[in-house]
């Protein structure tokens, strides 16, 4: 009869036994997730936004768009020079940025009419004269060409922004009340932000800043012509004395403090540069500087890139400029696309997700609805191209929300990298 082992002894050789066998191991790649949560509280009747057209029309406006252009070469006094300013281009053969602004505004004034309040500023207010203090004269009520409407119904606010299209297309290339002067950016920003009409708590509220220069005029800047370094100045030929010993010194720090004034009012700055002098030099620290002061972010996405000399951060989602840069007609009417789609009001059933906020498979996203977790169905949400769309029920109830009572709707998505 065959002994048994003690419990103890049979563990014992089963260790001895295992400890004598082999394993290969495989690298396994370590699992990097990451998870976006979107949290909106929609109220369907929210009040439609107020937007300030803040339009730098300086004499440099009036320059060609494209300087290297051969039918912008004109005879003056005698010989060739580039036409622009005082000596009027050809608009028909060569285009300038006034000419440019001007084709590309309809488009964005048609289509985002019905959406928005539009309110129209330029500077500076010359007053037709060409002296220092004319030239650097900041935005006023006289260049208030048109305030904010009276009436938001669709049919009142296209009209609205079709008068606003009108007073710029009215604005000429050349002759008497064509663009003229300095860029008083600081100034003119100070001057909307006491608009009390763009303080309104509840509404979103936006100034857009659309300059072809450098920010000067200011006649307090601490710098002076008398020290180039920290002057730097802006106008040809270093011409920074005299009348302009302050005011041709570059107002970067002003003009940045005037949209942070405005940001502490919940009004956000989107700054447009356009032309050859925000694209190089200075021109993009300092519209960089005053972009991110005014707080709009540039989403972007690979069906939604960020134009022409920018890429799109993959993982904030954000283009890595925060202005908008355009050199011409076309990349204008981009950037304020671009613009048009980010402020007008969405639709309220839809919460949007670009790029990385997206889930790597619809079964990672998870949907809260009022704290309680709503699974995907036909009467509920869907995930599309777009974003999160709701429907059936969950739809009705967020259109029948009101400020009093919105609906807070929190999305959740995994990506695994």
Sequence with gaps: MRSKLPLLSALSVGAIVLACQTYDFEPVEPLAIAQTTVEEVIDAR??????MLLVDTSASMTDPVNPSDPACMVDYQGSRTLCGREVPCNIDVCPTRWTELQAAVPQFLESSGQFVR?????YPETRGGTGAVDSCRE???STLLKGLPEQEDDASLL??????????????????????????????????????????????NFVILLTDGLPNCNQANVNTGANPE???????????????????????????????????????????????ETASGEG???????????????????ERPCGEGDTCNPTTGLCNRSF???????????????????????????????????????????????GERTPSSDTTWTLNDDGV?????????????????????????????
């Design 46 to 51: 929210r009040s439609k936004p107020n937007i």
């Design 118 to 122: 539009f309110a129209l500023t330029t």
């Design 139 to 141: 935005a006023s009520q």
């Design 159 to 204: 009209a609205h922004a079709s008068e606003i299209n009108d007073l710029l297309q009215g604005i000429p290339n050349s002759g008497e009340g064509r663009p003229l002067g300095g860029t008083p950016t600081s100034g003119s920003l100070n001057f909307v932000s006491g608009l009390p009409g763009l303080q309104d708590p509840e509404r979103e």
């Design 230 to 276: 920290l002057c730097k100045c802006t106008i040809d030929n270093n011409g920074c004395f005299s009348s302009y010993e302050t005011r041709g010194c570059l107002d970067a720090d002003a003009s940045v403090a005037a949209v942070q004034a405005l940001k502490q009012k919940q009004i956000s700055t989107i700054v447009i540069g356009f032309g050859a």
């Design 284 to 302: 993009p620290a300092v519209l960089e500087a005053m972009a991110r002061a005014g707080g709009f972010k540039r989403t972007c996405s690979a």
């Design 324 to 370: 908008f840069q355009a050199g011409n007609q076309a990349e204008l009417a981009s950037a304020l696309e671009e613009i048009s789609l980010a402020v007008k009001l969405d639709e309220p059933c839809l919460i949007r997700l670009d790029g990385p906020q997206r889930p790597t498979d619809p079964k990672l996203l998870v949907v809260y609805v009022e």
């Design 389 to 417: 769309l709701f429907t059936g029920q969950t739809c009705e109830r967020i259109l029948a929300s009101t400020p009093e009572a919105p609906v807070k709707i929190e999305v959740r998505a995994i990506r695994q990298r």
